[in-house]
């Protein structure tokens, strides 16, 4: 079993199932609080009720079934720069991570239970990219597991707004050559929009300028409604999550 699980809100007290914080029955006592007609009588605290005179109920932390759904982004900018095989290792580790709770991989149009990182070689990216996905994911189960560059046109704090109730976790694969490219004039050429321009040194400054702005964005977004890791093409996996907080020891 991977020596790693996918940090949560929630604590697990064993495989399959969370602590949560919503009242329930299990064997951690959460709080006291003043009791209330049509509170469970077993669980009344006499000894409270000795020293105050009021009566008080004994709530429990409950424990709920975790449910992750894994989403890897196939658009045309993740086939540059390695980051498509890069990203795809990522959803491998956060796969063995999430296992053995209930994990799903969501496609174009389809979701397929995982039970193994091996299958997730049968699972294809989704090439119509976030924006066209949005109503899938909206509506996908357990906590969202995604997997991009983030770099195309879509409007990524409205997106993980929308997303929120599904608490996304955002890892974000940028390639060293995006990060901070060569300085010397070339032509680009958008793979998402096939718009070609001439980069000078200008260009490069405001390239750089807008992609920190972006990046910026992204990650107050995800931080608000979910959660957000940053990795770069080639970097040790498991070391970077670890540090950015998404992987904890089991």
């Known amino acids: 079993m991977f020596r790693y699980r996918i940090r949560t809100p929630l604590r697990r007290p064993q495989p399959g199932g969370r602590k949560s914080r919503r009242a329930g029955e299990s064997l951690d006592f959460m709080e006291l609080r003043g009791y209330a007609p049509g509170d469970d009588p077993r669980f009344v605290d006499w000894k409270a009720y000795a020293r105050t005179g009021r009566l008080y109920t004994r709530v429990w932390e409950g424990e709920e079934r975790v449910r992750f759904t894994l989403w890897l982004d196939g658009s045309p900018s993740m086939r540059l720069f390695g980051k498509e095989d890069f990203a795809r290792e990522v959803a491998r580790v956060l796969l063995a991570a999430a296992l053995p709770d209930e994990t799903h991989a969501l496609g174009a149009g389809s979701l397929r239970r995982l039970r193994s990182p091996l299958e997730l070689r049968r699972y294809a990216a989704d090439a119509r990219g976030p924006a066209a996905a949005r109503t899938e994911l909206a509506h996908a189960r357990g906590q969202l597991l995604l997997v991009t ?72 977004a995800a931080a608000a409604y979910g959660g957000y890791a940053h990795l770069r093409v080639g970097e040790p996996i498991v070391p970077a999550l670890r540090r950015q907080g998404v992987l904890e020891w089991r």
């Open 149 to 220: 560059d983030g770099l195309d046109e879509t409007d990524w704090a409205a997106l993980l707004r929308r997303l929120a109730p599904r608490r996304p976790l955002l890892v974000q694969v940028l390639a060293p050559e995006e990060l901070d490219p060569p300085p010397r004039a070339e032509e680009w050429r958008d793979v998402e929009t096939g718009e070609r321009v001439h980069v000078d040194a200008a260009a490069l400054r405001a390239w750089r300028k807008a992609l920190a702005a972006h990046l910026r964005t992204l990650q107050r």
